[in-house]
């Protein structure tokens, strides 16, 4: 069964930049598409950005487009997220996913279990 780790989350004053790595284990997600999700204290998940197998093609969420970069290396099987220029409202659990379809077709097949963002003024 493969597995996903987030990594980089952490306490960040707002402004700054910040890279979180999702590491994929036991199987290889190069053949899914991969998406980086985040979900707020008392709010739904939402999905930020999503990336097709190849990384060729991108999608971002109103809220974070210019802001924040997906992005994949499938030969160390690693998915990335650039953050820049963060907000109080960026503060967040962000999960990463890999999955099958496009756009709002996209179904996650796989999760990893989280980390946190915190941005402070």
């Known amino acids: 069964q493969g597995q996903l780790a987030e990594s980089g989350g952490g306490l960040v004053q707002a402004g700054e930049s910040r890279q979180l790595t999702c590491a994929g284990s036991?199987?290889?997600?190069?053949?899914?598409?991969m998406a980086w999700f985040r979900q707020a204290p008392g709010k739904e998940r939402e999905r930020v950005a999503l990336?097709?197998?190849?990384?060729?093609?991108?999608t971002y969420s109103d809220d974070v487009k210019g802001r924040f970069t997906i992005s994949r290396d499938n030969a160390k099987n690693e998915l990335y997220l650039q953050m820049n220029n963060l907000r109080i409202e960026d503060t967040a659990i962000y999960f990463c996913?890999?999955?099958?379809?496009?756009?709002?077709?996209?179904?996650?097949?796989?999760w990893g279990p989280g980390t946190q963002v915190t941005v402070s003024s």
């Open positions: 990336i097709n197998w190849a990384g060729g093609s991108t």
């Open positions: 996913s890999a999955g099958t379809g496009w756009g709002p077709t996209y179904k996650s097949a796989f």
């Open positions: 036991g199987h290889s997600f190069s053949v899914y598409a």
